[in-house]
């Protein structure tokens, strides 16, 4: 194997360490499954070798934290009143992962009844307790990614990149109205390490003052930047398919800050679709949250639903942080920000046209939580989004979500990162 691709556990997003707390905290030893879905029409089974991915893979379950990184994991103030935790943090012995190529087997797809929805049979699957498990997924992202973009890494392809750099920085520049409004979030879908710490440091030396963070924690500790993230899908969904009820979006909402208090207490939405966050959560667990994410779905539209709820309940939306995270660029970062600065606190996670913007087409995939155990039954999860072609689960599974939370639309976007 050339040099690893991942060379630090601390090489992921902060979420999957914050929620890997709370997994630990909450359901030290409940067994979950995760599965990687491409939903991009490249036929990555041809590009990939299997024999080089399950090494890259194999090569992560050898690595442990530094006392360095413990050091830092240990003092960020998430994980302070945690130290076992970040102790097991150190070495987490990760479970093996299974990798499968140009073969389908029921059962092990988010899309089991779309055999369209599948391109080139590739699946990597992983099993075993939330937490270690839950710590593949961005791992898993990144590796994938770096396999196939380095197929194209050419000198011209990096100096295009680099262009691109640069144009926006001199965008950045002339819209100040998003300084301090900026979160490199680009680690899931990066053309390659080196090219997200490269653009990284190209930012913070010519327009320190537009971020707030990233967030990759290997790159906060090495860039002396705060590292940022608080929860993904995986935390709702879980607690959906353990408990089986609508009640239980308040009951993980509510474990969240019990856990972690203001510090990450920004609320994801669209789970199960916002219109069901805005109605039944707003107004309960998810009011004491400073704020709320954007992750699918219209922008305009999200903003407004969450001004007339706020409205509804009597909350300041002005004081709330709202971050977008949905396939942005510069120029929709000023149309969001110009449209809603004053009346919402907007930030922005910049994700994959931060990170992975050279020239080429980006590839659209996601490693989410497929399954829970719960009392030796494998329960399927399910997410269903404001634009239901991220919607995730067995159609049967999906049908009864739509009717338990109350989603009625079938809006469909095009899922650009």
């Known amino acids: 194997m050339n040099e690893p691709i991942i060379q630090s556990l601390l090489d992921l997003d902060l979420y999957k360490i914050s929620m890997a707390l709370?997994?630990?905290?909450?359901?030290?030893?409940?067994?979950?499954?995760?599965?990687?879905?491409?939903?991009?029409?490249?036929?990555?089974?041809?590009?990939?070798?299997?024999?080089?991915?399950?090494?890259?893979?194999?090569?992560?379950?050898?690595?442990?934290?530094?006392?360095?990184?413990?050091?830092?994991?240990?003092?960020?103030?998430?994980?302070?009143?945690?130290?076992?935790?970040?102790?097991?943090?150190?070495?987490?012995?990760?479970?093996?992962?299974?990798v499968i190529f140009n073969e389908k087997r029921p059962g092990e797809s988010f899309f089991d009844d779309d055999e369209d929805a599948i391109y080139n049979y590739m699946l990597i699957n992983a099993e075993g307790r939330w937490f270690p498990t839950i710590l593949w997924e961005t791992i898993i992202l990144s590796v994938v990614n770096e396999l196939y973009f380095r197929k194209f890494a050419t000198a011209q392809v990096l100096a295009e990149g680099r262009r691109r750099v640069y144009e926006k920085i001199e965008f950045f520049r002339a819209n100040p109205q998003l300084l301090r409004r900026l979160i490199e979030f680009g680690t899931r879908r990066r053309f390659s390490r080196e090219w997200q710490a490269e653009v990284l440091r190209i930012f913070l030396e010519e327009i320190p003052d537009y971020f707030l963070g990233t967030s990759n924690v290997k790159l906060a500790m090495e860039n002396g930047i705060k590292p940022i993230g608080t929860m993904a899908h995986e935390i709702l969904m879980f607690y959906d398919a353990y408990f089986g009820n609508a009640e239980s979006q308040s009951w993980a909402l509510t474990d969240w800050y019990n856990l972690f208090g203001d510090d990450l207490s920004i609320g994801l939405t669209d789970t199960f679709g916002s219109d069901f966050y805005f109605s039944r959560l707003l107004g309960g667990a998810a009011r004491m949250f400073?704020?709320?994410?954007?992750?699918?779905?219209?922008?305009?539209?999200?903003?407004?639903?969450?001004?007339?709820?706020?409205?509804?309940?009597?909350?300041?939306?002005?004081?709330?942080?709202?971050?977008?995270?949905?396939?942005?660029?510069?120029?929709?970062?000023?149309?969001?920000?110009?449209?809603?600065?004053?009346?919402?606190?907007?930030?922005?996670?910049?994700?994959?046209?931060?990170?992975?913007?050279?020239?080429?087409?980006?590839?659209?995939?996601?490693?989410?939580?497929?399954?829970?155990?719960?009392?030796?039954?494998?329960?399927?999860?399910?997410?269903?989004?404001?634009?239901?072609?991220?919607?995730?689960?067995?159609?049967y599974a999906i049908r009864q979500r739509k009717k338990r939370y109350g989603h009625t639309h079938d809006n469909r976007e095009e899922c650009v990162y």
Request: glycine content about 6%.
């Open 22 to 98: 709370h997994a630990y905290h909450y359901f030290p030893d409940t067994e979950v499954r995760y599965g990687f879905t491409n939903r991009s029409s490249v036929d990555l089974a041809n590009i990939i070798d299997p024999d080089e991915l399950e090494e890259e893979l194999e090569h992560v379950r050898t690595l442990s934290l530094s006392e360095d990184e413990k050091q830092y994991v240990g003092n960020l103030s998430f994980f302070k009143n945690h130290p076992d935790f970040v102790d097991l943090l150190m070495h987490p012995a990760l479970p093996p992962v299974e």
């Open 290 to 395: 400073k704020g709320h994410r954007q992750d699918s779905g219209d922008p305009h539209e999200w903003t407004r639903k969450m001004l007339e709820a706020c409205a509804r309940f009597d909350i300041d939306a002005s004081s709330l942080i709202s971050v977008y995270s949905d396939g942005l660029t510069p120029p929709k970062m000023v149309e969001i920000a110009d449209a809603w600065i004053g009346k919402v606190n907007p930030t922005f996670g910049w994700g994959t046209n931060a990170t992975n913007d050279l020239g080429l087409k980006a590839l659209s995939m996601v490693v989410k939580m497929t399954h829970v155990k719960y009392n030796g039954i494998w329960m399927p999860t399910v997410k269903l989004s404001d634009n239901m072609n991220k919607a995730i689960g067995p159609d």
